[in-house]
């Protein structure tokens, strides 16, 4: 049996990081690309495509060369959810991307907002319907252009045809995973010429181009399958694959995502659901998080004072923000952080902001069941608050399920295994 070889690009606001992994799911190699970005607190957060499009080439270029003793069977990539440009009907870029934090969006939401179903995912100044608005009422394009996602656009130069996008990506650019199309009332928000035909995750819609395959001295060209945002990459990364199987992120902010037998849409809440196979990825976010712990403590002290906290004594009632407002699971624009009486005990303080943190996430996921999704039998942690076992253990006394240590967290590593299973009763 020839051994096969399979790749998975992901391309984020930081970088480029590609993975290849063999039959067995096993890594041969991996490489990334760094993207120098400028933060700031302004609304425009745009990107050059075609420096998009160099740093995932010289990832491959990297890459490849490990993979001398395996024939790529299929490449996949996944990208930021929500960020878009517009192309001409060739292909080049009339835009910047339009990152998924771009928020200029703000009156074309408004429009959105009124006409758009509540349980849409296109709600928000930060959706790709809101910024493809945006742009059309700052630009005039010629005819036949295409919006793109991010992963669209890398697809595209890859080699597969102009104007395709997942399931996935497309959610919040207006488009229905119920119905499986796009909806009616998008046309009097764009021409539905330029959106793209949009397929499941997972299915062929191409092959490397011929340049491509000579530049990577590839005698076979590899399969293009479609991928899926970065979020979702991440957690298929982790092996969740069951109903009821749960992955929380532990980043700046909490988030939460329930594999489930049924859509859930609480766009009260900021819920929605994802295709995931002939499953769904039930997902909300709050405003808690560690960015609230690195408001405290740095990184050491986070460390050190963790070591220290004795699990049974008693610690203050705290509801963990940096600011006002809540989304998920409370919906309050108004909810006040509740860190006070601020204890003069850094340990104690820092336990009660832990355990705050897990009753929040115990919340999160019991307002995704008396929604409908089915009872967390197990839960997988990402993000950089995975790796505080003593957090893992407050949170195990207020969610008490199973706690299980995924091998993988890399979204490129998961976009791989995306591309290994679409292939797999093929080759």
């Known amino acids: 049996m020839a051994n096969n070889a399979y790749i998975g690009i992901d391309l984020g606001t930081s970088g480029c990081r590609a993975i290849a992994i063999d039959q067995q799911q096993n890594i041969i190699a991996r490489s990334q690309r760094a993207l120098t970005i400028s933060h700031d607190n302004s609304p425009i957060s745009e990107q050059d495509p075609d420096t998009h499009w160099h740093l995932v080439k010289q990832a491959l270029s990297e890459l490849i060369p490990h993979c001398q003793h395996y024939e790529i069977k299929a490449i996949a990539v996944d990208a930021t959810s929500g960020s878009i440009l517009i192309t001409d009907g060739l292909g080049q870029p009339l835009t910047p991307i339009l990152m998924y934090n771009d928020a200029r969006a703000v009156e074309q939401s408004q429009h959105i907002a009124d006409i758009a179903p509540a349980n849409s995912g296109a709600h928000g100044a930060s959706s790709g319907l809101a910024k493809l608005a945006y742009l059309q009422q700052n630009h005039t ?8 996602h991010q992963a669209d656009w890398i697809n595209f130069k890859l080699g597969a045809p102009l104007g395709i996008s997942d399931e996935n990506n497309a959610l919040k650019t207006g488009y229905d995973p119920i119905t499986r199309q796009w909806p009616e ?88 659901s994802h295709r995931l196979g002939d499953k769904w990825l039930v997902g909300g976010a709050s405003n808690t998080g560690s960015a609230v712990l690195k408001h405290f403590f740095n990184s050491g002290e986070l460390q050190r004072l963790s070591r220290l906290i004795s699990l049974d004594n008693k610690t203050p009632d705290y509801y963990p923000l940096l600011s006002k407002g809540e989304r998920f699971p409370i919906n309050n624009p108004e909810l006040k952080p509740r860190l006070s009486p601020r204890s003069t005990d850094d340990v104690k303080c820092l336990h009660g902001m832990l355990k705050g943190i897990a009753n929040i996430e115990q919340q ?64």
């Open 364 to 427: 999160a996921y019991q307002v995704l069941e008396q929604a409908g999704a089915p009872a967390v039998n197990s839960i997988r942690t990402v993000g950089g608050g995975a790796v505080n076992k003593v957090w893992q253990t407050i949170r195990q006394h207020a969610i008490p399920v199973s706690f299980i240590t995924p091998k993988h967290t890399e979204a490129a590593y998961g976009v791989a295994c995306l591309a290994s299973n679409s292939l797999k009763d093929k080759v």
């Open 141 to 148: 394009f010629p005819p036949h252009c295409h919006l793109l």
């Open 185 to 272: 009332w998008i046309d009097s928000i764009a021409d539905r010429s330029q959106l793209p035909d949009v397929v499941s995750p997972g299915q062929l819609i191409g092959i490397l181009s011929d340049e491509l395959c000579a530049h990577f001295n590839l005698t076979s060209a590899p399969n293009i399958v479609a991928g899926t945002t970065d979020s979702i990459a991440a957690l298929l990364a982790t092996g969740a694959n069951q109903i009821g199987d749960a992955v929380t992120s532990l980043g700046s902010t909490l988030v939460v995502k329930l594999i489930s037998d049924t859509p859930i849409f609480l766009p009260e809440h900021g819920v929605y």
